[in-house]
């Protein structure tokens, strides 16, 4: 197992939810973090939480320029996490959807795909990339369809690339209902949607954080996809 101690980790999406989690576990193993985020009010509150552990900058990974900019400015870079959502994503019948909004999810994967190319030429050569999908990509609920069909596009971009980019790795790790800031206001609804999982309940940030420093610290790792999702996708 590789060690992360005075690794440089850029993490996207860094200032909230499982994004902050990841940060917070990077610094405790001794990691050079810097992480991005666009909303100005919640890179305040990251850097307030983790004090100078970690550096918290404003990105928007769709913006392609101000990717180029970031990696150029932190190179050399060991790790890459992303775990950025691009924007709000569609949800209810896909019958009634408003076609545009499907056509938005896919942010999260235009975002993915901005960082891992633009990334490659500051990525160590023993690096690693590490992007979220969820557990919809594997059993998809009535009103799930563009999140899943986002999902399935980032697993299967993962493992697309892997061998174009090796030996360098690349991940996907896939949460299922993941008590983050996505659910203030709707706690009913997250306990309600948790209870039909096997765990019985929804998952921490922290838990998906340690899956996705394993994928960074595990070398033999590449074009896999590790689910964090308490058996959602199972009867």
Known sequence: MGTLKNKKVIVLGGTSGIGLATVEALVA????????GRSRERIESAQACTGQAARFVAIDVLDR??????FAAEAPIDHLVS???GGE???GPFAAMDLDGFTGSFRKLWGYVNATRLVLEH?????????????PAKKCKPGMAAISTVGCAVEGFARAVAAEIAPRRINVVSPGIIDTPMFTGAR???EAVARDTLAGRPGRPEEVAEAILLTLTNEFMTGAVV????GAPLP
């Open 188 to 190: 009913e609804q997250l």
């Open 227 to 230: 689910d964090v999702d308490g």
């Open 89 to 91: 994503r569609a949800v």
């Open 123 to 135: 990525l160590s050569p023993t690096g690693s990339i590490t992007v979220v999908s969820g557990s």
């Open 29 to 36: 193993a001794g990691a050079n973090v810097v992480a991005g």
């Open 83 to 85: 775990t950025a959502t």
């Open 65 to 70: 320029d101000a990717l180029r900019a970031l």
